[in-house]
């Protein structure tokens, strides 16, 4: 432990571990939270939740959980494959698989499990079948800048599950440049061999950068690999891109039957604690073998299945964007305006989407900043240190208005005032 604890104490000396807030109650933007530290409230507006579409409070959504616990009470109590599969499940399957364009669909309790068994079946397939031996090796190339729940379920693509049920050959793991195709093209020709299964894998919208995946440029160098396989994780993209806010392949004007017959196979994560006002992920596809396939993988057979109040918060949350494509308009419009903001006021953003990083200078501590904008200005922002690049990471949502967005930008002008003398150079 005195490692841990001396690791501990360098992250409290040098201002890195975040403050910790309790919420004690939201209505709209508005929203009361205790600092941990001192015990002193604020009523703030957020910038902050990943609510992009305002559904976490839709009364719809809420009594769809409120009915859901009263007829299946607050827990499933098994996994999928003993007793933990409701009829809540297969409709929100169904209703993920229309949104998504792929006929199959699993549901997971977080993303994190998900993209691990994911990978976990492609790679390793998942329990022994007699007679059946698989010799071909699998390249999987991917993002430098995914989440972490990809480079989790990566790390450990070549780990003691895949060696113990022994139907897993070598697994290459390669990075290319952060959304670079020329890059993706040198590593597919250089690592690529004769028979490899191909995967690549990317976020649809990158959670610290708020960029996009270039998905064209992606799939005209996939079609030269037949039978390749393109995983997107729309945790972020879901609800936020494209005109219904299908996602990243609704953005770009291509459906899934579209790269199917450029010989390319796609595979969509979806997860449900953005625009979907709940918690959970599913993976969707056109095969139904991969799907029973997840099915009896480690984190399916040994882990709870989705809880009835949540899947039916979900169920019901998509219904309403589906329903509400305004909502996804309200959404990108918030969006353009705030970066229009932010751009006109000399903040330094990246990206083009709902997740806006503002970079710091790297002298200047992000706490500083966002504790000035809740103290002062009532404004909740999140510091984050990533990549040893100190930013503010905003997020627009639906529910926002102009005003409010207005106040949050006049709030940073003001605290960048506040902190930095006139020699110093604007953010």
């Known amino acids: 432990m005195k490692v841990v604890q001396e690791y501990m104490q360098g992250l409290y000396n040098h201002g890195i571990y975040p403050d910790q807030y309790i919420c004690y109650q939201k209505q709209g933007n508005l929203v009361e939270i205790e600092q941990e530290a001192t015990g002193i409230r604020h009523k703030v507006l957020t910038f902050c939740t990943n609510d992009i579409l305002g559904l976490v409070q839709s009364e719809a959504v809420k009594q769809a959980a409120i009915d859901a616990i009263l007829h299946y009470g607050t827990s499933n109590s098994s996994c999928p494959t003993l007793s933990g599969r409701i009829e809540l499940h297969r409709q929100l399957e169904q209703e993920i698989s229309a949104f998504k364009g792929l006929p199959h669909t699993h549901l997971f309790v977080n993303a994190w499990m998900a993209i691990q068994a994911l990978i976990d079946g492609f790679c390793h397939l998942a329990a022994p079948v007699p007679g059946f031996s698989n010799t071909r090796e699998t390249l ?36 290319y440049r952060h959304c ?21 894998i990317s976020d649809a919208v990158f959670s610290m950068e708020g960029d996009i995946a ?12 037949p039978g390749s396989v393109i995983v997107m994780d729309e945790a972020h993209g879901s609800g936020a891109l494209g005109a219904s806010g299908g996602g990243i392949y609704d953005h770009f004007g291509i459906t899934p039957q579209e790269v199917l017959d450029r010989g390319i196979v796609p595979i969509i994560m979806t997860t449900f604690s953005k625009f979907g006002a709940s918690a959970g992920a599913a993976i969707s596809s056109h095969s139904r073998e991969l799907i029973d396939l997840l099915d009896v993988c480690p984190t399916s057979i040994g882990t709870i299945s989705l809880p009835a109040p949540t899947t039916a918060a979900a169920l019901e949350a998509i219904r309403q964007v589906r329903q509400n494509p305004q909502l996804v308009q309200k959404l990108q419009s918030n969006t353009r305006y705030l970066r229009s903001l932010l751009a006109k006021n000399e903040f330094t953003t990246m990206g083009e989407t709902q997740v806006i990083p503002v970079f710091l200078p790297p002298e200047l501590n992000p706490k500083l900043f966002a504790s000035h904008l809740i103290e002062n200005h009532g404004i909740w922002v999140s510091p984050i240190w990533y990549r040893a690049k100190p930013r503010l990471r905003i997020t627009a949502n639906a529910l926002h208005t102009q005003e409010e967005l207005e106040h949050l930008v006049a709030g940073m002008v003001a605290t960048r005032n506040a902190l930095y003398q006139p020699k110093n150079i604007a953010i």
């Open 214 to 225: 270039p998905l064209p440029e992606m799939l005209d160098l996939l079609e030269n690999y």
């Open 140 to 175: 999987i190339l991917t993002d430098v800048l995914n989440h972490g729940c990809i480079v989790s379920a990566l790390v450990n693509a070549k780990n003691l599950s895949g060696k113990v049920v022994n139907h897993s050959t070598n697994v290459r793991v390669k990075p």
């Open 180 to 200: 670079d195709g020329a890059d993706l093209a040198r590593k597919l020709r250089r690592y690529a061999q004769p028979n490899d299964r191909i995967m690549v």
